[in-house]
């Protein structure tokens, strides 16, 4: 492709993008296409001979968006927001563009080095100590095993990555059942396992862990040998928001030695309203966090902000330099594939300075409250509707809730139709979750362009599915 013709496509693709988000409200959240009816359009084979621009771009508007599920839409609803701004966009272009390996400073200075100033604004705004050093990730999953692998390392006095961990003590780390199935995943790739993964149990409107609960834990497996290892907290958890109160469970933690990390993926980038900091109140005494620019703060997929307390022991966990990644005569680098697990590193840093520039704290702070806002008045609405009744305590923008129409049918089936019905509808894209075995149906507001109105067509299709199927 020549100079002209990358231009006149790259063109094409921004007037796709702009036309793209212009007419979101027009199209259903979820992708109405049945299983296997994309891959049917396609051919079985590869092309042997080039095929023109233009083809390719039909098929792609044909074929590929009508099969998309619209994570940008105002009434998506569903999981965690994934919101990808315009300003986010247009860095991702510039990146793309230059197509960089910023594995090493030396590989790419700049993305080095904004990476480190991008990081600690981002710590300023959300109100972490100046202690906390930052590195982006490209999830919180990988952050979290990051995180794991250092807790087991610093269990075993740095010894496990050189002898692995045959005919060792079983290592023990502590979670509440209300954390992300990231948290079991990092303990079977950690080595650790899932059976050394104990589930203390929770307490209160929040869903936190019981702090004599986990005193308990430690106390069980100490007695049997075990050797604790870490904790992790959730600051809104998945299923229902829950918040794990940090102060006392991470002084628990530390009396006994255990590395504390706490998932903050949705609700870290809301610290950046102080209002809402008494959440994670005490967090700033954990030793790893990680909060995910990508979901809330508009920043796109993927970028994930993890903050460390002690990078030393962090670096010697997962740092590792074979000849041909040293940078000789510069010692006082910073060099960011040695803080995660994979090597290359694509250039994320870029699109959320864009971001914290384009939009100011300001901006996404109103943002954010809108957000919390109109998702706490929903709540109360429709609490106060005949049947209908919150299955958990609203956290900033989440809340779930059930429906009983009263004529003693089974519920979870109920709720699940009427959960198919809301989404096959196109209007609204919901999600359910499990609260106490039971099935709840989960509402969080968090796309960039929601309005106040979009909320409410909400309500009017929750109640109105309810009425039409009870």
């Given at each position: 492709?020549d100079?002209?013709?990358?231009?006149?496509?790259?063109?094409?693709a921004a007037?796709?993008?702009a036309?793209?988000?212009e007419?979101?409200?027009d199209?259903?959240?979820?992708?109405?296409?049945?299983?296997?009816?994309?891959?049917?359009q396609?051919?079985?084979?590869?092309?042997?001979?080039?095929?023109?621009?233009?083809?390719l771009?039909e098929?792609?508007?044909?074929?590929?968006?009508?099969?998309m599920?619209?994570?940008?839409?105002?009434r998506?609803?569903a999981?965690?927001?994934?919101?990808?701004?315009?300003?986010?966009?247009?860095?991702e272009?510039?990146?793309s563009a230059m197509?960089?390996?910023c594995?090493?400073?030396?590989?790419?200075?700049?993305?080095?080095?904004?990476?480190?100033?991008?990081?600690?604004?981002l710590?300023?705004?959300v109100?972490?100590?100046?202690?906390?050093?930052g590195?982006?990730?490209d999830?919180?999953s990988?952050?979290t095993?990051?995180?794991?692998l250092t807790?087991r390392?610093?269990?075993?006095?740095?010894?496990?990555?050189a002898?692995?961990?045959?005919?060792r003590?079983?290592?023990?780390v502590y979670?509440?059942?209300?954390?992300?199935?990231?948290i079991d995943?990092a303990?079977?790739?950690?080595?650790?396992?899932?059976?050394?993964?104990?589930?203390?149990?929770?307490?209160?409107?929040?869903?936190?862990?019981?702090?004599?609960?986990?005193?308990?834990?430690?106390?069980?497996?100490?007695?049997?040998g075990?050797?604790?290892?870490?904790?992790v907290?959730?600051?809104?958890?998945?299923?229902?928001?829950?918040?794990?109160t940090?102060?006392e469970?991470?002084?628990?933690a530390h009396?006994?030695?255990?590395?504390?990390?706490?998932?903050?993926?949705w609700?870290?980038?809301?610290?950046?309203?102080?209002?809402?900091r008494?959440?994670?109140?005490?967090?700033?005494?954990a030793?790893?966090?990680?909060l995910?620019?990508?979901?809330?703060?508009?920043?796109?997929?993927?970028?994930?902000?993890?903050?460390?307390r002690?990078?030393?022991?962090?670096?010697?966990?997962l740092s590792i330099?074979?000849e041909?990644?040293?940078?000789h005569?510069?010692?006082d680098?910073?060099?960011?594939?040695?803080?995660?697990?994979?090597?290359?590193r694509?250039?994320?840093?870029?699109?959320?300075w864009?971001?914290?520039?384009?939009?100011?704290l300001?901006g996404?702070?109103?943002m954010?409250r809108?957000?919390?806002?109109w998702?706490?008045?929903?709540?109360?609405?429709i609490?106060?509707?005949?049947?209908?009744?919150?299955?958990?305590?609203?956290v900033l923008?989440?809340?779930?809730f059930?429906?009983?129409?009263g004529?003693?049918?089974?519920?979870d089936?109920?709720?699940?139709?009427?959960l198919?019905?809301?989404?096959?509808g196109?209007?609204?894209y919901?999600?359910p979750?499990?609260i106490?075995?039971?099935?709840?149906?989960r509402?969080?507001?968090?796309?960039?362009?929601?309005?106040?109105?979009?909320?409410d067509?909400?309500?009017?299709?929750?109640?109105?599915?309810?009425?039409?199927?009870s």
């Amino acid at each position: 492709m020549d100079g002209e013709t990358f231009r006149h496509w790259a063109h094409e693709a921004a007037t796709f993008a702009a036309d793209y988000r212009e007419t979101l409200r027009d199209q259903p959240v979820r992708a109405r296409t049945k299983p296997g009816e994309i891959a049917a359009q396609l051919p079985e084979s590869p092309p042997e001979e080039a095929e023109p621009m233009a083809a390719l771009f039909e098929d792609f508007r044909r074929i590929i968006v009508p099969g998309m599920t619209h994570w940008q839409h105002p009434r998506f609803f569903a999981y965690f927001p994934a919101n990808a701004s315009p300003a986010s966009v247009i860095a991702e272009m510039l990146s793309s563009a230059m197509g960089a390996q910023c594995l090493l400073w030396q590989t790419s200075p700049a993305a080095t080095e904004l990476e480190g100033v991008a990081l600690d604004w981002l710590r300023q705004a959300v109100g972490l100590p100046a202690d906390f050093t930052g590195v982006i990730q490209d999830s919180a999953s990988s952050a979290t095993l990051c995180a794991f692998l250092t807790m087991r390392e610093r269990a075993l006095g740095f010894t496990g990555n050189a002898t692995g961990l045959s005919g060792r003590e079983r290592l023990r780390v502590y979670a509440s059942a209300e954390v992300h199935t990231s948290i079991d995943r990092a303990a079977w790739v950690s080595g650790i396992g899932h059976d050394n993964l104990i589930r203390v149990r929770t307490t209160g409107p929040l869903r936190g862990m019981d702090p004599a609960g986990l005193e308990a834990a430690i106390a069980a497996d100490l007695a049997a040998g075990h050797r604790p290892a870490g904790l992790v907290l959730c600051v809104g958890g998945t299923g229902t928001g829950a918040i794990d109160t940090a102060p006392e469970l991470i002084r628990i933690a530390h009396r006994h030695g255990l590395f504390v990390h706490v998932d903050a993926a949705w609700a870290g980038t809301a610290m950046i309203c102080p209002e809402f900091r008494d959440l994670w109140a005490g967090v700033e005494a954990a030793d790893s966090i990680v909060l995910n620019p990508h979901k809330w703060l508009g920043v796109q997929f993927d970028c994930s902000a993890h903050y460390l307390r002690s990078v030393d022991d962090h670096l010697r966990t997962l740092s590792i330099q074979p000849e041909y990644l040293k940078t000789h005569g510069h010692d006082d680098i910073t060099n960011y594939s040695e803080w995660t697990v994979q090597l290359g590193r694509r250039f994320r840093a870029l699109k959320l300075w864009f971001v914290l520039r384009a939009h100011g704290l300001n901006g996404l702070r109103e943002m954010m409250r809108n957000h919390v806002r109109w998702s706490q008045a929903l709540a109360a609405r429709i609490a106060a509707e005949p049947g209908f009744a919150l299955a958990s305590t609203p956290v900033l923008s989440l809340f779930t809730f059930r429906h009983d129409p009263g004529d003693g049918r089974d519920l979870d089936a109920h709720m699940l139709a009427m959960l198919t019905a809301i989404n096959d509808g196109g209007d609204l894209y919901l999600t359910p979750t499990r609260i106490d075995g039971h099935l709840a149906i989960r509402f969080q507001a968090g796309a960039m362009e929601t309005t106040e109105g979009d909320v409410d067509a909400a309500f009017q299709i929750i109640r109105d599915t309810a009425r039409a199927l009870s």
